[in-house]
């Protein structure tokens, strides 16, 4: 591994900018889940759907059992409380990344890794669908890697 003071600049803030990317992609896919859960219970209490689902016992239970599960996930998972924790730690990313030009490669690793001591990745194929978000937005294509069939799934839903 190569010391800091024999890393050029462009790298950590790289790792910044992807930092950022995977964040920012935490805090989308957390949002839509929320918004989905949100939907299925006001489309689940609509009236049409009661109506249209009021004599057939099979098709109220269904929806009840969706309604339920999704609002137990909601909870346990508080995906709105994980939204907006990314969202401070994309942040907090991007104030480093505001200040870099004034700062040392040791001073900007030492701000990654004191911003890494707390955040946290969620879901992991999404750390390979912003590395490459990151290296096409500097234009560095050919340094992509390959998603599989699992992370072009979570590049879509996020």
Do not use: C
């Amino acid at each position: 591994m190569t010391s800091a003071s024999q890393r050029s600049k462009d790298e950590p803030v790289r790792e910044i900018r992807y930092s950022i990317r995977v964040h920012f992609l935490h805090r989308r896919l957390y949002r839509r889940i929320r918004y989905l859960f949100g939907f299925i219970a006001l489309a689940a209490s609509s009236s049409v759907i009661v109506e249209a689902i009021a004599h057939r016992p099979r098709a109220v239970f269904v929806v009840g059992l969706v309604v339920a599960a999704t609002g137990l996930l909601d909870l346990l998972f508080d995906f709105a409380e994980h939204a907006a924790q990314h969202g401070a730690w994309g942040q907090e990313f991007s104030d480093l990344l505001a200040r870099q030009s004034a700062l040392t490669v040791d001073e900007l690793d030492s701000g990654i890794a004191e911003i890494e001591g707390d955040a946290e990745i969620d879901v992991e194929a999404l750390r390979t669908v912003a590395w490459n978000d990151t290296l096409k937005e500097l234009g560095l294509e050919d340094k992509m890697r390959g998603e599989n069939l699992w992370q072009k799934f979570v590049r879509i839903v996020a």
